[in-house]
């Protein structure tokens, strides 16, 4: 077990500094595009309750090249409870594409992470075991929700229930136009024919206090993905 003391930290952004939604469609619409085409869309929703935050992120790829990676993902963050003592968070994400079927879900209970599932079997790696993970992070949806809602983040850790991956700020052309290397310290790289295991993203806002992202690019070899705002 290790004791996260970054995400009380987190706890409190995620209450407080994240936009909350709550409208029927109050969701951040993104498309994503590859050379110039759409092949894909991005939507992130937020969701405040009394005791209780839900960040949801559901993507579709329909029209990549030959088809080979078209399929449907999904993050959700749940954090049950505001009380230290008690405070729980649920991870879990889906994998539904031509060339991978996968779920995971890990919990964090009082601080610690305490539990780790990846289906099928043959898909953990030594990183799914909790007593590998004695560091701090956060998760896959909470960084989608982070990157795309506030302007150039300071360096922080993934953790996806297989893999610890490094975030770094880089040089800042702007206030509103910001740098990361992502990159795969330990465990398996995207995408298993390619092993992708370093991008270079990019992301722009609007005006100086606006949270709305008008895009974000991420480039790994000859490949980049636009993610553009849909409103």
Wanted: aromatic share 12%.
């Amino acid at each position: 077990m290790c004791k996260l003391n970054l995400i009380k930290i987190f706890l409190l952004i995620y209450f407080t500094l994240l936009p909350c939604f709550s409208s029927a469609d109050d969701y951040k619409h993104l498309t994503i595009s590859l050379l110039g085409k759409q092949i894909g869309s991005l939507k992130l929703k937020e969701t405040t309750t009394v005791g209780s935050k839900i960040i949801a992120v559901n993507g579709e790829i329909f029209s990549s090249p030959f088809r080979v990676f078209n399929g449907q993902f999904e993050h959700k963050t749940s954090i049950i409870g505001r009380d230290s003592s008690s405070t729980k968070i649920y991870y879990q994400s889906i994998v539904d594409a031509k060339f991978k079927k996968r779920k995971i879900n890990y919990l964090v209970k009082n601080y610690d992470l305490t539990d780790v599932n990846v289906f099928p079997k043959e898909e953990q790696t030594r990183y799914s075991n909790p007593e590998q993970i004695d560091f701090e992070f956060i998760d896959p949806a909470f960084t989608i929700a982070k990157l795309l809602s506030t302007p150039c983040q300071n360096s922080f850790i993934i953790y996806d229930g297989r893999r610890i991956i490094d975030v770094i700020s880089i040089k800042r052309a702007s206030d509103l136009e910001c740098e990361y290397i992502y990159e795969i310290r330990k465990g398996p790289g995207h995408l298993m024919h390619f092993n992708f295991k370093k991008f270079e993203i990019s992301t722009f806002f609007d005006q100086k206090g606006n949270s709305a992202i008008k895009s974000m690019i991420v480039k790994t070899g000859p490949f980049k993905l636009i993610f553009n705002s849909a409103h």
